[in-house]
């Protein structure tokens, strides 16, 4: 059996809510040119035997506990077969021309290894959920033109920082070369991290604004529950320590700590001050490996400091200013519609 160019790599965790339609809109693709790989997580809610019955052709890998996303795509990915691992979260329902544009993407770009998709909201689509990822000198992470109107937003294929992971597609040659997701994260920002990898050794990434896909986002564990403050916010530390380069780094270490200490106060003051002293306070005992790791990726870094700056975003309050056009955005349209 010949191979398929596409490995679209999905991770269960308990998503019986949302597995249906994410997978029934694959089975809508335009391109059929790819295999599935369903890892689940220790899922309790039937969702196994759901797909058992409706998706017999999908190949299922299990684990009795939670290993968590990153882990979970690492093992999905070794048992891959295509020249392309698509991250697919199960609650992003990519339209039906989804992998086919991409598809058409790899062949106008043959020397990209990343694609972003252009993810809408599911509940709001004509919303934009996140437009590929953004990331700051200081660290600090963002999804580009997060609920700006889709009307409005660019439509023009650009390079962008990191592909969102909840779809994402990554030539896996380029992943196994990296290695592959950092399972010390166990989820949240991972994506970051490896496109973080793939920046230093030469790799970018394009965003494709015509491969649709309609994102739930945070089904799986709540947007801003305690789980996403503990493992977001000590994993952004890390992925900040690990990857940045070193005049980089010094020279963003002020915007870094305040950042960090903007966020303690920030969280705590909405009433998770827990949570987010935990992430913190971890982030530090986890910072000797993040240092050994650090050195390992600046030694075969081969993109030069410079490449890695004109990547990140400028402006310290960036991701803050971003609520505020959106605001505007949206008052003007309404304005438009009114007229």
């Not at 780094?249 to 303690?264: I, K, Q």
């Not at 982030?283 to 390992?296: Q, V």
């Not at 990726?297 to 400091?305: E, G, V």
Request: proline residues 4%; glycine residues 6%; hydrophobic residues 45%.
């Amino acid at each position: 059996m010949p191979s398929p160019k596409y490995s679209i790599l999905i991770v269960n965790w308990n998503g019986m809510a949302v597995l249906p339609r994410c997978l029934e809109a694959l089975a809508t693709q335009i391109c059929r040119d790819f295999e599935i790989i369903l890892f689940d997580n220790g899922s309790r809610d039937h969702s196994l035997e759901f797909v058992a019955e409706k998706y017999p052709e999908i190949k299922v890998l299990t684990s009795r506990r939670n290993i968590g996303f990153a882990a979970a795509n690492n093992l999905a990915a070794k048992q891959a077969r295509g020249e392309w691992l698509a991250l697919l979260n199960t609650d992003a329902f990519p339209d039906r021309f989804w992998l086919d544009v991409l598809d058409e993407a790899t062949r106008i770009y043959p020397d990209t290894a990343m694609f972003a998709s252009r993810l809408l909201m599911a509940d709001h689509p004509d919303r934009i959920d996140g437009a590929g990822d953004a990331v700051h000198g200081s660290g600090t992470v963002w999804n580009r033109q997060h609920r700006h109107p889709a009307a409005q937003a660019d439509k023009t294929i650009h390079e962008v920082f990191a592909p969102q992971g909840a779809a994402a597609l990554i030539r896996r040659s380029a992943f196994e070369t990296a290695g592959g997701f950092d399972e010390d994260f166990f989820a949240y920002h991972e994506d970051i991290d490896l496109a973080f990898r793939l920046r230093l050794v030469g790799h970018h990434c394009l965003y494709i604004p015509d491969a649709r896909v309609f994102h739930e986002g945070s089904h799986t564990t709540g947007k801003g529950s305690n789980f996403a403050v503990v493992f977001g916010h000590r994993n952004w530390v890390w992925c900040w320590v690990q990857n940045m380069p070193t005049a980089l780094l010094w020279r963003y270490l002020p915007e870094h700590l305040l950042a960090n200490l903007f966020f303690l106060l920030y969280i705590s003051l909405k009433g998770q001050p827990w949570a987010i002293f935990k992430a913190k306070w971890h982030a530090l005992l986890g910072l000797p490996k993040a240092l050994r790791k650090r050195r390992r990726r600046q030694l075969t870094r081969t993109a030069s400091t410079r490449q890695i700056h004109r990547a990140l975003e400028r402006g310290f309050l960036e991701p803050y200013l971003q609520g505020y056009r959106r605001r505007q955005a949206l008052k003007a349209l309404e304005q438009d519609e009114a007229g």
